[in-house]
């Protein structure tokens, strides 16, 4: 029978000390309540069902694509409170209840997998995953009688002996529905913090000799909680790791794992090589064989095989096909399509353009609104005029043109195939194909004028 998961998320974090609620704070590139979905879906969960409070609306909008049921809880009145709330979701589970909470998101699917396999095997009335920890400050302790787990008691209720316990709760449990239900009634708030403590449901079902099973995990980064900005920072490490770790083993070389940022979603092609401190943010997807030199970000772009990006590059939502390269200090900004084979060099920025197969921009570009056709050379230093200070216009350049360096091209603008474009020229009317447009003054040359002004300079002072 499929698992009914509800998952905590409606408290603000305090302890971030965040204008942001804690489930939308950023953990390689996703809110943490979606790493906690992420786990979720891998239990094949019947229903998913979210309990929201702080920041409802902006929190539903990040996990819109799971399309969980979302129930709201208006005061937060402790975690028992919370489940509290998605109680008619909980009465029409046919199987288990899975409880997890936002906060824990280094969690995996197989260890959820498992926990629901050793529940359903104990017959237990509840299931909970823990740890035993190094530093067990601020979690609640496992407490052990003779016949097993006895209570889970928190950091601020714990006697000193208590606190000495190292076997910590992950906050992640696994319930048999007809208990969690009763247990929900019965808890009170009788404790340090006047909360409903859900873990209280856990002294329940040992009172009633009910069957508690415990899943010790042996991977204690996997229930680390996240309270803080110092635990989201120790969590990114852990997940910076594990990305890092799975692309290595998929043939990815990576110079300096630790100082390289892959966010969760990003794709990459074997027999590519990452530098250090490079960024691959969001939904990018990198080919095969392709070099991406240190510095450099890559934000939601798709780049194709063999393509090398130089150092201390940005590219964002832009598409590169293969054999192209971009860099150094490269800009492509968002709409940019660079074609097989295109060159993209030194302080050029690009911006909703699309640049031809073969064609190149090296130095010093502004290319913005604009079709550039196949094998067009862009000299140094040319610019598109794209905006008139109120609106933006276009400029097409065809294939096999040759701007040379420093022109303007004063949108809106087609420059026809084969033209050649004068070093220096303004240009503001259309170039007919094969055509030579040049614009600028005429040269004058003044023999000997250096020496005469030198002489007429020196009479003065005398
Ligand atoms: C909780 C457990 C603790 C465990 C730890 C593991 C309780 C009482 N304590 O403590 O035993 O060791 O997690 O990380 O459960 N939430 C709500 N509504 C509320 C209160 C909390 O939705 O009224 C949500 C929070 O948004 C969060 C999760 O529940 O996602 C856990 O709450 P938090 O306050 O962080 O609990 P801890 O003090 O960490
Ligand atoms: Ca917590």
Redesign the pocket.
């Known amino acids: 029978m499929k698992p009914t998961v509800v998952i905590?998320?409606?408290?603000?974090?305090t302890r971030m000390k965040s204008g942001t609620a804690?489930?939308l704070h950023q953990l390689a590139g996703r809110p943490l309540v979606q790493h906690v979905l992420n786990a979720a879906m891998a239990v094949g969960p019947g229903k998913i069902v979210l309990?929201l409070?702080h920041q409802a609306d902006k929190v539903r909008e990040a996990v819109r694509e799971y399309k969980p049921e979302v129930v709201l809880?208006y005061?937060?009145?402790?975690?028992?409170?919370?489940v509290r709330q998605a109680r008619e979701s909980i009465a029409e589970a046919a199987g288990p209840v899975m409880v997890l909470?936002?906060?824990?998101p280094l969690l995996t699917g197989g260890t959820l997998r498992k926990v629901v396999e050793l529940h359903q095997k104990s017959r237990a009335a509840v299931t909970l995953i823990t740890a035993r920890v190094e530093n067990p400050f601020?979690?609640?302790r496992v407490v052990r009688g003779k016949s097993g787990i006895v209570r889970?008691v928190?950091?601020k209720d714990a006697t000193a002996a208590q606190k000495k316990i190292t076997e910590?709760?992950?906050?992640i449990y696994c319930f048999e529905k007809k208990f969690l239900l009763a247990s929900l009634d019965g808890l009170g708030k009788n404790n340090a913090?006047g909360?409903y403590?859900?873990?209280d449901a856990v002294a329940r079902a040992a009172k009633k000799k009910l069957r508690v099973s415990a899943f010790v995990s042996e991977n204690v980064d996997e229930?680390m909680?996240v309270?803080t900005r110092h635990d989201l920072s120790r969590a990114e490490a852990v997940l910076r790791e594990r990305v890092a770790r799975k692309w290595m083993l998929d043939g990815v070389t990576m110079l300096d794992p630790v100082s390289t940022f892959i966010d969760d979603e990003v794709i990459l092609g074997r027999d590519t090589v990452l530098y250090g401190n490079v960024r691959l943010e969001g939904r990018t997807r990198i080919g095969e064989a392709c070099t991406v030199f240190p510095g450099s970000r890559i934000a939601d772009s798709v780049i194709g095989n063999g393509v090398t990006v130089k150092d201390c590059s940005v590219i964002e939502e832009s598409d590169i096909a293969p054999g192209a390269s971009v860099g150094p200090f490269a800009h492509l900004r968002p709409g940019s399509v660079i074609g097989a084979g295109a060159k993209i060099g030194n302080f050029v920025e690009v911006k909703k353009s699309t640049i031809g197969e073969g064609s190149k921009a090296n130095h010093l570009s502004y290319i913005g609104d604009a079709t550039v056709g196949r094998n067009v050379n862009i000299g140094a230093g040319v610019i598109t005029c794209n905006y008139d200070g109120f609106e933006k216009y276009p400029t097409v350049i065809e294939d096999g043109v040759f701007v040379g360096s420093d022109a303007q091209l004063v949108a809106p603008v087609t420059i026809g195939k084969g033209a050649l474009i004068a070093a220096g020229a303004t240009i503001t009317r259309n170039v007919p194909p094969d055509a030579l447009a040049i614009s600028r003054a005429p040269q004058d040359i003044r023999e000997g004028f250096v020496s005469r002004r030198k002489r007429l300079k020196q009479k003065k002072d005398k």
């Not at 905590?8 to 974090?13: D, E, F, P, R």
């Not at 005061?75 to 919370?82: D, F, I, N, P, Y």
């Open positions: 905590l998320a409606a408290g603000l974090g804690k489930a309990v409070g809880q005061e937060q009145l402790g975690t028992g409170h919370a909470c936002a906060d824990t601020g979690y609640g889970v928190e950091e910590v709760n992950a906050g913090q909360e403590y859900l873990p229930v909680g309270n």
